[in-house]
């Protein structure tokens, strides 16, 4: 199958500061990539949508002046976390998009708020 | 009723069975259904999709599809401890965004 990378797979960071959190689709280009977060023991959530070259759709609810996301190139997304609280701690996956409909998951960064 | 229901779990078998997995989904347009696996603290896997009505096969894998009835569900054969996980169905909505049944947790008891 496809393969989608995260980097890094875990990061620990004082409140305040701001994390960045790429994913990269290594053996297939995509138009498209998502980001969801996931809290122990529920289900994923949809954070935003990304599309190469332009703005992101962000889902209601989630900040897009906190939950920055750039998708320069056909294989690269990254989203950046501003100013991060402990409550922003969370488990982020991206997917990226093969074709019409088949998303393939990265491994997951594991985000830690102190 | 949601767009997209899985039988609530968890689902207990034991080791050499077959677990089977049900899913129904509320929009009849719908084209293709995918199945992940998610184990504990990891990210979603895929491992199954299909598109055509009837039975598409892959190692101890099988997914059924019921495009009249709205259903498509996940057979496991010879179930292994190694299947214990969450098994996720998922369907996009016409927006290209999967959605996501709430997940069945499987254990497969030695």
């Known amino acids: 199958g496809a393969v989608v990378s995260q980097h890094p797979s875990w990061v620990i960071c004082k409140s305040g500061t701001s994390v960045k959190i790429e994913c990269r689709s290594l053996?297939?280009?995509?138009?498209?990539m998502f980001w969801y977060r996931q809290f122990p023991k529920q289900s994923l959530m949809l954070m935003a949508t990304?599309?190469?070259?332009?703005?992101?759709?962000?889902e209601q609810g989630v900040e897009k002046d906190k939950f920055l996301i750039n998708h320069a190139s056909l294989t690269l997304s990254t989203l950046t976390v501003t100013s991060a609280h402990p409550e922003d701690s969370s488990f982020y996956i991206c997917?990226?998009?093969?074709?019409?409909?088949?998303?393939?998951f990265g491994p997951g960064t594991r985000l830690t708020v102190l | 009723q949601k767009e997209v229901e899985q039988n609530s779990g968890p689902l207990s078998v034991p080791e050499g069975a077959i677990a089977s997995l049900n899913c129904t989904y509320s929009?009849?347009?719908?084209?293709?259904f995918f199945w992940y696996r998610q184990y504990s603290g990891k990210s979603p896997e895929l491992i199954m999709f299909?598109?055509?009505?009837g039975d598409k096969e892959d190692g101890r894998f099988t997914a059924q599809l019921n495009k009249a009835s709205q259903y498509v569900s996940l057979l496991i054969r010879d179930s292994q401890p190694s299947d214990s996980a969450t098994y996720l169905c998922?369907?996009?909505?016409?927006?290209?965004?999967?959605?996501f049944g709430q997940g069945t947790e499987l254990s497969v008891k030695p």
């Open positions: 990304s599309n190469e070259g332009s703005k992101a759709t962000y």
């Open positions: 998922a369907v996009p909505n016409q927006g290209g965004k999967l959605i």
């Open positions: 053996d297939f280009q995509a138009t498209t």
């Open positions: 997917s990226a998009r093969l074709d019409t409909d088949t998303q393939y």
């Open positions: 929009d009849r347009g719908s084209q293709s």
């Open positions: 299909i598109y055509s009505n």
